[in-house]
């Protein structure tokens, strides 16, 4: 495991879910998603596969500007990334 990516994905994960700018409901994925992956019973590629179906809900959602679907898209891709490795 990349620590280092695990600790940017979490960080990005917690300013999304504190960003105002961004509907409550994808505030409340990205809480959810972060949830997820702080569980540490889990195997790490499932916790990324967990919160990237969280946030893969939330990045269709047409009442997200389009900075919190980038914003989206970038957690997302760096889950992907994480679970590789």
Request: with cysteine.
């Amino acid at each position: 495991m990349d620590k280092r990516l695990f600790d940017e994905v979490v960080y990005l994960l917690d300013e999304m879910s504190q960003d105002t700018s961004v509907p409550k409901n994808v505030r409340k994925n990205a809480q959810d998603a972060k949830m997820k992956m702080d569980q540490q019973k889990m195997s790490l590629d499932i916790r990324c596969a967990s919160a990237i179906a969280i946030l893969d809900e939330s990045s269709n959602d047409p009442n997200v500007p389009s900075h919190g679907r980038a914003e989206l898209y970038t957690v997302i891709s760096k889950l992907e990334s994480l679970a590789k490795s």
